[in-house]
């Protein structure tokens, strides 16, 4: 598997992550650890995982610690117990970190991140030291910042972080207007989220787009991180403001209307991954599953390589005339 520079950190990465929150949920020891291990034996040597994956760092830690020099961990601090509001004290932060790294069964994480906090607590600055920190201390080789929009902006220019994690893909093309080009100029570590818009398009049915208020968005998360402890999520969410979901991006993609989503399901896939990693600046694209066949499916698209130049413009130009200026990127 190709392997880029992940900007000033230096590390040799996959261009194919391993996105660990799935396994997280609902998924038995066992499965976890035979994917986790498959990914490792097909050249992925990046896991990306957070303390608030439920089960994923301790799946993580009990699968691969005989092999620790064999892959780059990164994790990230701030949700504990699933977005309360008070995870992002120094002293919670401090206590993240070392919950991790016990699970994780590892003495350091190579990249620790800040889990979207917002701009405000960024500018503060307590929560960049505690991970300044533990980079110190050695618990961290580097740091990284894992978010969107404005708080990934000032991320960047604050120029604190090694790396930047950010949503990219062919729906959600914004971050290559400022943000990434940014990064770029500051040799930041680029790792792209949500690369194939979470493959909404390959499901039979996209649910129409959906009411606006809080039930309506609760269920939709109920459906899919049913071990998310939906009674304490409920009591913070008029106060964190509307969570982007799986489902956002059905309404936006039948919008674009991209003539590569009506192609073979797999090709398909394979298109929208290879321009994700043909953008400019990227490093390395986070892809989660459950199924060892999916995973199989993001390999051999990799193994393609990225897109032509010509394809990548005409995707790029197909989203600048389609867009609606008011989309904003989907964390």
């Known amino acids: 598997m190709e392997r880029r520079i ?20 609902g998924v038995e020891r066992e499965k976890a650890e035979r994917l986790l291990l498959q990914a490792l034996e097909n050249g992925l040597n990046l896991i990306d ?20 020099k064999e892959v780059y961990l990164m994790t990230k601090c701030g949700h504990k ?31 620790l991140q800040l889990h979207g906090c917002n701009e405000r607590l960024l500018r503060d600055g307590a929560v960049i030291e505690v991970l300044q920190k533990a980079k110190a201390d050695g618990k961290a080789r580097f740091i990284g910042y894992s978010g969107d ?60 787009q959906v009411d606006k208020s809080l039930s309506a968005r609760l269920k939709r998360i109920d459906s899919l991180w049913v071990r998310l402890k939906i009674a304490r999520l409920k009591q913070k969410l008029l106060k964190l403001g509307p969570i982007n979901n799986f489902w956002d991006y059905g309404p936006r993609i039948k919008e674009l209307n991209f003539d590569f989503i009506e192609s ?54 197909h989203w600048l005339e389609k867009r609606d200026p008011q989309w904003k990127t989907m964390g």
């Not at 995870?87 to 932060?93: D, F, G, I, R, V």
């Not at 790396?163 to 959600?172: E, M, P, R, V, Y």
């Not at 680029?190 to 996209?206: C, D, E, G, Q, S």
Request: glycine share 6%; with cysteine.
């Open 149 to 208: 929009e404005q708080a990934a902006a000032y991320a960047v220019a604050c120029g604190a972080f090694d790396t930047l994690q950010t949503t990219l893909n062919f729906a959600d093309q914004k971050p290559l207007d400022a943000l990434i080009p940014a990064a770029q100029e500051k040799n930041m570590g680029l790792i792209a989220k949500r690369p194939v818009a979470n493959a909404v398009w390959r499901r039979k049915h996209i649910p129409p």
């Open 6 to 25: 992940l900007g000033k950190t230096g590390l040799a990465v996959s261009v194919l992550g391993f996105g660990a929150a799935e396994i997280g949920f």
């Open 264 to 317: 073979d399901p797999e090709e398909s896939l394979s298109t929208a991954l290879r321009f994700t990693l043909a953008a400019p600046g990227v490093h390395c694209a986070i892809v989660g599953t459950t199924n060892p066949q999916h995973w199989i499916q993001n390999l051999h698209a990799v193994m393609k390589g990225p897109i032509s130049e010509a394809e990548f413009a005409a995707i790029r130009k």
């Open 81 to 111: 117990d699933h977005w309360e509001l008070d995870a992002w004290k120094p002293k919670e932060l401090k206590r993240s970190i070392e919950h991790s790294l016990k699970k994780l069964r590892t003495d350091y994480v190579d990249v």
């Open 49 to 68: 995982t957070a303390e608030c994956y439920n089960n994923s760092e301790d799946f993580i830690g009990s699968s691969l610690a005989a092999r620790r």
